[in-house]
């Protein structure tokens, strides 16, 4: 990892890429992360070729996705021994991009306990260690395998000296994917949410604001946020099983910025104060009260808002990035503060009406490109550059 002098590294890319994403080209996103931001690594939650390609000389670092579905096909009877499938694996999405994008993580699956699916579960760490033969038989032994999980995982874990995974996984799943990931280096990944879990009563506990704290009595510890209680309690959890010596990585974490009405505790100025101060914890190198002097490897959820993803309003929210690829607010992201991006021919698209339409239907399309279209439309609104005039023929619009 980079220096911790730096106030953030790491981001993800949304996993359901909303049409406001990949506006600005690829190669233009790798190169902003790269130049104006402190950001040195991305997660994927797939394995997208045009997105890993476009992280090429960037030294930008990758952690990319194994679909869940592919799961069973990639585990080996053989636990020395690469299957065919994670060989074909390795060899499509690895060996073509590596190493001039530096992939420095595959994750096997997302969430996999979470989906309840016996076979899935049954092969994740099967496939976790044919994975990880295959990229050694293929010269790749230092690109590291893992498998993000909820904290659904833990049958308690309040106050954190009580974690422990649940009954019947912790033996039989955990045990041995600890001792695998003990056995080649790699971190156990976890995502810890302390906003699925506040109430009116904790929020600020959540926030990393002010708060009484929830005291342990086992450890004597005060906690003051939820985060490293969380964090803890994963920590009491594997310590149980005898691997509290293995690395823990947070495979996602955030807050969105904006929420359904009246939702409690979501706001701009919320998702600030968690951001920041998560990003300002997990850099200083000064670990949890369980795990002092432990540094983390955090990826903050998500770079961009999901404009097209289903549910609450919240869930379209969590971005850090607007897709003109200024700031959506100020956590320290920014090598240069005053950064405003300029426009380019790569960022701007001019809409022309065809010489039948009616008005009505010119008024019909630009309503709903400035709409759920999702078109950045202030520069044709009244007072914008673009609204004299003020005709929908001669509108243009931003993709």
């Known amino acids: ?66 679909p869940n579905g ?33 992939i420095s993580l595959i994750a096997v699956g997302n969430e996999v306990l979470a989906t309840s699916d016996r076979n899935l579960i049954a092969h994740l760490v099967p496939a976790m260690r044919s994975l990880s033969a ?8 230092l690109i590291r395998v893992s498998t993000p999980h909820s ?58 604001r002010p708060n009484p704290g929830v005291f342990d009595a086992a450890t004597g510890v005060n906690y003051t946020n939820m985060f490293e209680a969380q964090l803890d309690a994963v920590h009491a959890a594997m310590q149980r099983l005898g691997y509290g010596d293995v690395e823990i990585a947070v495979g996602e974490t955030g807050w969105p910025s904006a ?66 690829l200024s700031p959506s607010y100020d956590v320290g992201l920014m090598r240069d503060s005053n950064y405003a991006p300029a426009p380019s021919s790569d960022s701007w698209r001019w809409c022309v009406a065809t010489a039948d339409a009616s008005a009505a239907e010119l008024q019909n399309n630009i309503d709903y490109a400035c709409g759920s279209g999702g078109a950045d439309c202030r520069a044709i609104q009244d007072g914008g550059a673009c609204f004299d005039p003020d005709t929908p023929r001669l509108t243009p619009l931003m993709p």
Request: charged share 15%; net charge positive; aromatic share 12%.
């Open 259 to 324: 929420g359904d009405p009246g939702q409690l505790g979501v706001s701009v100025e919320d998702a600030v104060s968690y951001n920041a101060n998560l990003i300002r914890l997990v850099n200083s190198g000064k670990g949890t009260p369980m795990m002092p002097g432990r540094r983390f490897e955090t990826y903050v959820f998500a770079l961009f808002n999901e404009n097209l993803k289903p549910g609450p309003t919240a869930e379209r929210h969590f971005g850090l990035f607007n897709p003109d």
């Open 151 to 208: 904290l659904g995982i833990l049958s308690a874990s309040e106050p954190p000296s009580t974690g422990r995974f649940r009954p019947g996984y912790d033996r039989v799943i955990f045990a041995p994917m600890l001792d695998f990931h003990r056995r080649t280096s790699t971190p156990f990944v976890v995502n810890p949410y302390p906003y699925f879990g506040y109430t009116a009563r904790t929020l600020d506990y959540a926030l990393f």
């Open 70 to 102: 592919d799961i069973p096909s990639l585990a080996s009877g053989r636990s020395s021994a690469p299957s065919p499938a994670a060989s074909a694996w390795v060899a499509t999405n690895v060996a073509p991009f590596y190493p001039a994008t530096n």
């Open 134 to 141: 295959a990229l050694a038989a293929s010269g790749f032994p």
């Open 1 to 66: 990892m980079a220096s911790l002098a730096k106030p953030v590294k790491l981001l993800v890319l949304p996993p359901s890429p909303p049409s406001l994403l990949l506006r600005s080209p690829l190669r233009r996103l790798a190169a902003f992360l790269k130049d104006r931001t402190f950001v040195d690594r991305v997660k994927l939650f797939d394995a997208n070729p045009d997105i890993i390609r476009a992280f090429a000389g960037t030294g930008i670092s990758l952690m990319i996705t194994v």
